[in-house]
């Protein structure tokens, strides 16, 4: 299969926690990318990272990539309620396709 | 608010109807895209437009036709949907090879309900 998948599916913290997600993979991308999604709106870019690069931080974000073990980890420090949505991982194939598959997502909810 | 705008934002069409959802986007984006998306899945692609060129057709039924009249705007045409169909059709844009070095910007979404 080209599409990611995200671990766990669902998570459920407090305020104020970090929130880890991961996601596994198992063809050759030539970046991945994480989204979120509030519930029946569209989806919103969050970080991109390439192949060559290994972590990417952005804000409360911090991204990992692992090309060899084709997995990737998002974390999310000091949540907040506002951080209560849908996140899917995504995957740029090599090969210089436009196409860009989405993971199978997962679930955050944030407790204030 | 996103930069991608699509309407209707909700529409309910017959399976015998024709109707058609817009996206317009003002990013100078060369790539566009439309995704379906059903409850509690992932988005899947439809179609991929590059410098207004049809790049992508993921073996979409026929019933479903995309146009792409200028760099802007990006069309998809629905005639005799299925109640299957039903679901949030996404359209996308970024620039090309998108995802290279550039993210997908999406709309909010035109909920489809077909009857």
């Known amino acids: 299969s080209q599409q990611g998948e995200e671990d766990p599916q669902a998570l459920s913290i407090q305020e104020g926690e970090n929130a880890t997600m991961n996601c596994s993979y198992k063809t050759s991308i030539n970046n991945l990318q994480w989204y979120r999604q509030n519930s029946g709106r569209g989806l919103v870019h969050l970080i991109l990272?390439?192949?060559?690069?290994r972590e990417k931080h952005s804000g409360r974000l911090r991204v990992t990539l692992d090309t060899s073990k084709k997995s990737s980890s998002l974390l999310i420090t000091a949540s907040r309620a506002a951080d209560t949505a849908s996140y899917f991982c995504?995957?740029?194939?090599?090969?210089?396709?436009?196409?860009?598959?989405f993971g199978k997502g997962m679930k955050l909810t944030v407790n204030p | 608010d996103t930069e991608v705008t699509q309407t209707p934002k909700h529409l309910v069409m017959g399976m015998t109807n024709k109707k058609s959802l817009k996206c317009e986007q003002h990013m100078g984006h060369r790539a566009m895209y439309w995704y379906k998306q059903k409850a509690k899945k992932p988005p899947e692609l439809m179609f991929v437009y590059s410098y207004e060129k049809l790049s992508i057709n993921e073996s979409v039924p026929s019933r479903f036709s995309p146009e792409c009249p200028n760099s802007s705007l990006l069309n998809l045409h629905l005639h005799a949907l299925q109640p299957e169909d039903s679901a949030l059709y996404l359209c996308?844009?970024?620039?090309?090879?998108?995802?290279?070095?550039?993210?997908?910007?999406f709309g909010n979404g035109t909920r489809l309900t077909v009857t």
């Open positions: 996308a844009s970024s620039q090309p090879r998108g995802g290279h070095n550039s993210p997908l910007h």
């Open positions: 995504a995957l740029l194939l090599q090969g210089g396709s436009e196409k860009l598959v």
């Open positions: 990272i390439r192949s060559n690069e």
